[in-house]
């Protein structure tokens, strides 16, 4: 006896019923075609994932029970084949409030054009960027279906992260677990699946296929990396990440035992998984948006830099465009800098001198600043200046400017609200400035998209950052050494070490207390903050939810 499966590893579009409907429903024909007799879909496939406060919309609830029925109805002709969609469910909607209805995060398994299982989603996480305590009701019940003669228990997501619902299913006779998902990607987070589902087949001694979710959705991306175990827990296939595929896994049984059979993609390297994780976010935020590409400042240094080589990889070099805005202090270097860069990659490069604007401020505030000296007002009146042009060329042009930040600098400050904190997009915002700089090293080594090899100019890499808003300044002017400013945002602000842990580690009080305190008087600043992709466990956004006006000290 043989099965095969197929995951449907595909990128969604929160609210787009019809579109990820006619998704699922081309690749259940095309898989049916080659014979796949069970074929999984992510968690919340109807939908999308995540759909957050829509949930609470009873027409949004009432459009995906119409697309469920649609999917149901157009694969009826699919001989013996059953397919798993996930889905909002919270009873007849139509009549009564979504006040008092019980809202479940379901999966359905379809099969001859009818619902024949349904099973709710058991636990519900509320931790890092989930809410789903907010939305849905845990469900109680236990989902084991037969097809092709193998019985298959349902799981979503968090439930296989439990010991219960998996053991629920084996007790009710599921001789294979399949588990549909929607978890967003941070780096390492794909052998962190691996490794916890091993725990679930060695528990059960039940084979597993995870069927994952793949693409970019405001803050947060999927990167697919689907994958299934043999009963042993030995990986018996993984499929590609960061793009959709079909992923087709084949169950065999022998002697009354189920083996599983797929392709393996190799294990990926950290900065692969970066990189692919900031251009999926770019490409989709823009294109799901409806963006006709995008516009950045060039600076000639290494943020910006790492920036356009995402934007081009993600948008190809037709659809970025880039402006240099020289002020009194633009170093000769960082002009020849970024015009090369922008050589290399083919990309459109203006340049707009911002000294005029720049003294007409200072004459205009000049009777007003009488008596003072300069100091970081002019260094953020030139942040601001470049600000507004590049959100006049976006108005204009209708591109979205892209953001430079890293979050190294969000996190102490330094940077200008209404200045290079303005725009749409903020690409590396959840990438220290000791990755920015691995990242670009890793990017010019390697040529993933075919956009041009080595795209950053090695000076640009080497030489000390600046923000070149007085003469001869450079970051560690303002802030201790990255090495240091980002292991203590680390253990900090990721892992919620304490202060005195933290110096107990070996760090000087003075540094510690220092960060600790940028970090905690800036949350100003980050609240008005453009989104951007996050690829840590914790980046300032939905993991971050710390009060501006407070005066608790650790």
């Known amino acids: 006896m043989t099965l095969q499966i197929c995951v449907a590893q595909l990128n969604f579009v929160v609210g787009d019923m019809a579109g990820n409907a006619q998704k699922i429903i081309d690749a259940a024909r095309t898989a049916h075609a080659q014979g796949v007799r069970l074929l999984l879909t992510p968690e919340l496939s109807i939908c999308g994932y995540a759909a957050e406060d829509l949930f609470l919309r009873p027409a949004f609830i009432n459009a995906c029970d119409d697309a469920v029925k649609t999917v149901a109805r157009e694969l009826a002709g699919l001989s013996g084949m059953a397919v798993v969609v996930g889905h909002p469910t919270g009873g007849d909607l139509r009549t009564r409030s979504v006040a008092v209805q019980q809202r479940h995060n379901t ?32 469900g109680q019940g236990t989902c084991v279906f037969e097809v092709g003669g193998v019985k298959v228990g349902l799981l979503i997501c ?69 994958f299934a175990l043999d009963a042993d827990a030995r990986v018996a296939g993984r499929a590609p990440s960061f793009r959709e595929n079909l992923f087709h896994v084949l169950v065999e049984r022998s002697q009354s035992a189920l083996h599983l059979k797929a392709s393996v993609e190799p294990e990926r390297t950290p900065e692969a998984d970066l ?28 943020d910006s830099a790492l920036v356009l080589a995402v934007a081009v990889d993600a948008l190809g070099k037709a659809n970025v465009r880039t402006v240099m805005m020289p002020s009194p202090y633009t170093a000769d270097i960082s002009w020849l800098d970024a015009r090369e860069m922008a050589a290399r990659l083919g990309v459109r490069y203006d340049e707009i001198s911002i000294s005029p604007e720049f003294e007409a401020f200072k004459a205009s505030l000049a009777p007003h600043f009488e008596g003072r000296a300069e100091d970081t007002t002019e260094e953020n009146i030139q942040a601001r200046i470049r600000g507004t042009l590049l959100m006049a060329l976006s108005n204009k ?49 390697n040529d993933p998209y075919g956009t041009g090899a080595s795209p950053i100019p090695e000076r640009i890499i080497t030489r000390p ?23 203590i945002l680390e253990r900090y602000m990721e892992n919620d070490q304490s202060v005195e842990d933290i110096i107990a580690a070996g760090f000087a009080r003075a540094d510690v207390e220092r960060v600790t305190r940028l970090i905690r008087v800036n949350e100003y600043k980050r609240r008005q903050a453009p989104l951007g992709i996050r690829v840590t466990h914790r980046s300032f956004g939905k993991d971050w939810r710390y009060p501006i006006t407070s005066k608790f000290r650790a």
């Open 397 to 445: 042009l209708g591109a979205i400017v892209l953001t430079t930040g890293n979050k190294s600098e969000m996190a102490t400050g330094y940077c200008t609200l209404y200045g290079d904190m303005a725009g749409g997009f903020a690409v590396i915002k959840d990438l220290a400035k000791t990755t920015v700089f691995k990242l670009a090293r890793w990017r010019n080594a």
């Open 275 to 302: 990189w692919d994780a900031l251009v999926l976010g770019v490409r989709d935020y823009i294109g799901k948006n409806g963006f006709p590409g995008a516009l950045l400042g060039l600076s000639g240094g290494i």
């Open 465 to 487: 950052p600046s923000a070149e808003l007085r003469p001869d300044q450079t970051d560690q002017d303002s802030l201790p050494p990255y090495e240091v400013l980002d292991a």
């Open 158 to 226: 968090e439930d296989a992260w439990f010991e219960e619902p998996a053991r629920l299913a084996h007790a009710a006779g599921a001789e294979l677990l399949a588990v549909i998902n929607a978890s967003p990607f941070h780096v390492g987070k794909g052998y962190e699946r691996e490794a916890m589902m091993r725990e679930r087949v060695r528990a059960t001694g039940l084979p597993l296929v995870y069927a994952h979710l793949v693409g970019g959705q405001d803050e947060v991306v999927f990167e697919g990396h689907s």
């Open 107 to 138: 999966a359905s398994v379809l099969q001859e054009g009818q619902v024949v299982a349904r099973y709710a989603k058991r636990e519900l996480p509320n931790y890092q960027v989930f809410d789903e305590r907010r939305y849905f009701t845990p």
